[in-house]
Structures are given as C-alpha cells and as structure tokens.
C-alpha cells in the first residue's frame, strides 16, 4: 500500500505518477516536499542532539521542534537510531560536495587542505548537522546502534589532498601524506573537541589557527630560491 507523507494510506484515486506508461514529467512536487521534510526533521533533530546529547533526546522533542506529530516524523525516520545514523551520514555526505567547492577556487593541492580544515572549522562553528555528528560520534560507546566509522573519511581524503601536495614537489622532504594527514585530522580534532569541553567552541576557530600555522609551515616545502646560499 502506497503512503503519504503523513503516513496514512493514499487514497486509490490518486494517481502515482510512476510506472511505465507514464509520461515524462518534471520532478515530483510530493516527492520534492518529501524530501524538504526529511531535511527540516534533521535540522531540528541535529539541533537537539547537538544541544542535549543522544539519550536526552526523543523522538517526541524532534516532533515538537519541527512542529510536526510524531507519525508524521516516524514516517520519515521509523526510530531515533535511524534519526542519529542519519544525521552522522549526512556530515559525511557533506565533505564531497564540500571538496567540490573548495577545489573550484583552483588553489594548490596543500592549500585546498588547509582551505578544507578551515571550511570544517566553520560548520563545526555553525551547521547543526556537524555539531550534532560530532557530539554523537563521542558518545557512540553509548549509542544503541552503529554509526559510521569517525575520522576515517577525512583522513583519507586529506591524504588523498597531501598525495597531490607531494606529486607536485609542495611537501617538504621527507614528509609522508599519510601520517601528514593523520597527525593534521588528530590536532584538528583534539582542538576541536578540548574547545568543545572547555569553552562550548567560541574559542576553536582561534585554537584552529594556531594547529594550523605551527603545522603546515613545516609541512610545507622550502622554497629553492632560500636553499641556495
Ligand atoms: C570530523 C568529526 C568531527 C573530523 O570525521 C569525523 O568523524 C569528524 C566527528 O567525528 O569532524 C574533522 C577532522
């Protein structure tokens, strides 16, 4: 039986819009409010966990944020399990389109790193979906269901970064992308998360560049010209 987004059954009369002989149509209006649904329960969710934590968050509080009843959160989301697995993938999905961005400034392999710590910094600072990811992810001992694994994403796509870095010659020699990367996502995380416990993070972007201007100096290649003489 088809459901609509409340989670009642549809009525037969009305037509989906799907199967073989249907026209081509433009983008499906329910569908697109769907899915701008599931988003606003997110954001409300993430907030939530963001705020509170996993165990003193319920699906009862998301429903109330969005201003929803809970059927119609639970049709999007069937527990709070798949609410916090959801929220942790989305930050991940996140970092893709995030490189995306970064990589049409058309900067230096080394400098799209840097540009690529400096844009988490700002979501941590300021999107719900990266607060909350982070604040689950270090209560996922506690977590009644699997979430992805943390900080394995970032520290391959920071080597990935790094490996061009050094393709280039911009590495300094001897220094190797992967423990590069590894050592850069560690310090960026443990400023995060020191931020976080001591100061509710409104002094990590500071914190941020500190990491960053002690660390990618000596990462950084020397340039020829100073080798010389
Ligand atoms: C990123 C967090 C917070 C690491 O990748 C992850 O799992 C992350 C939480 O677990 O930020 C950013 C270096």
């Known amino acids: 039986m088809t459901r609509n987004e409340a989670g009642a059954p549809e009525a037969p009369w009305t037509a989906r819009r799907t199967g073989a002989s249907a026209v081509p149509q433009g983008p499906d209006p ?22 509170r934590g996993y165990q003193q968050t319920g699906i009862k509080d998301v429903a109330e944020k969005v201003g ?10 069937p527990n709070k399990q798949s609410l ?19 990589r049409a ?36 001992a506690v977590i009644d269901v699997e979430l992805p694994l943390p900080y394995v994403d970032w520290t391959n796509l920071i080597s990935m970064l790094l490996r061009e870095a050094q393709a280039q010659g911009q590495l300094a020699d001897g220094a190797d992308p992967e ?20 100061h509710e993070r409104a002094d990590f972007a500071e914190r941020w560049r500190e990491v960053r201007d002690l660390l990618f100096p000596a990462l950084r290649a020397r340039p020829r010209s100073a080798e010389q003489h």
Request: charged residues 20%; proline residues 3%.
């Open 30 to 51: 329910r569908q697109e409010r769907a899915i701008r649904t599931r988003a606003e329960i997110l954001r409300c969710a993430a907030q939530l966990f963001s705020e």
């Open 105 to 140: 400034k058309g900067l230096s392999p080394l400098d799209t790193v840097i540009e690529m710590f400096n844009e988490a910094t700002s979501a941590f600072l300021n999107d719900p979906i990266m607060q909350a990811g982070t604040r689950l992810q270090n209560e996922r």
């Open 84 to 102: 916090a697995v959801a929220v942790v993938e989305a930050l991940y999905e996140s970092w893709p389109r995030a490189l995306e961005a970064v």
């Open 179 to 198: 423990v590069a990367a590894r050592v850069a996502v560690a310090a960026f995380f443990g400023a995060q998360h020191i931020s976080n416990n001591l």
């Open 68 to 77: 929803m009843t809970k059927g119609a959160v639970y049709f999007h989301f």
